[in-house]
T-cell receptor, first 112, second 116 residues
Framework: KQEVTQIPAALSVPEGENLVLNCSFT??????LQWFRQDPGKGLTSLLL?????REQTSGRLNASLDKSSGRSTLYIAASQPGDSATYLC???????????FGTGTRLKVLA | ETGVTQTPRHLVMGMTNKKSLKCEQH?????MYWYKQSAKKPLELMFV???????ENNSVPSRFSPECPNSSHLFLHLHTLQPEDSALYLC???????????????FGEGSWLTVV
């Protein structure tokens, strides 16, 4: 059974820092991995989708990497800003189903 | 602006009430989902519809009843709920199976439900 874990659960950093969020999954037979952002009381917004054949994806100040063999993905945020404060979730599809398995998220606070 | 719209955004209901949550997607997708998000828990998949047919029912109590009249609309009918059902209910849509590479899932803003 696929399980997704995210560490740390919460993170507070001063503005301008580069930071790394971690995601690990137990079943490496994944087709893709997706990172989402969730603002308080809101829905999820897709940030980056990495296909199983890819090693990383970049969008602006965000870079996500994928290492299937070790069951890990990292989300790198460069030059963090207060507007980056949110909960970041990673998710992988459960093979052969419509299910996306989510981690519990990392709650990020960037201090001005 | 999200392509998935949920109404109402907030709902307070008594345990004997009957209410419905509505979701509409404007993305031309053929799969729609209901997720439940409770405090400090991972998102829980409740139901999945593909081409208006229910393909997943994740052991959800019968007091939650989904309805998918067409590929653009999804409802969640609520009756005799319990206080522990209070949560954020998220609707989402995608093009075909998520396990197909390249398909992503789009979420609505959610409906905050409080059962008193």
């Amino acid at each position: 059974k696929q399980e997704v874990t995210q560490i740390p659960a919460a993170l507070s950093v001063p503005e301008g820092e580069n930071l790394v969020l971690n995601c690990s999954f137990t079943d490496s037979a994944i087709y893709n991995l997706q990172w989402f952002r969730q603002d308080p009381g809101k829905g999820l917004t897709s940030l980056l989708l990495i296909q199983s054949s890819q090693r990383e994806q970049t969008s602006g100040r965000l870079n996500a990497s994928l290492d299937k063999s070790s069951g890990r993905s990292t989300l790198y945020i460069a030059a963090s800003q207060p507007g980056d404060s949110a909960t970041y979730l990673c998710a992988v599809p459960d093979p052969g189903t419509y299910k996306y398995i989510f981690g519990t998220g990392t709650r990020l606070k960037v201090l001005a | 602006e999200t392509g998935v719209t949920q109404t109402p955004r907030h709902l307070v209901m008594g345990m004997t009430n009957k209410k419905s949550l509505k979701c509409e997607q404007h993305l031309g997708h053929n799969a729609m989902y209901w997720y439940k998000q409770s405090a400090k828990k991972p998102l829980e998949l409740m139901f999945v519809y593909s081409l208006e047919e229910r393909v997943e029912n994740n052991s959800v109590p019968s007091r939650f009843s989904p309805e998918c009249p067409n590929s653009s609309h999804l409802f969640l009918h609520l009756h005799t709920l319990q206080p522990e059902d209070s949560a954020l209910y998220l609707c989402a849509s995608s093009q075909e199976r998520l396990t197909d590479s390249g398909n992503t899932i789009y979420f609505g803003e959610g409906s905050w439900l409080t059962v008193v």
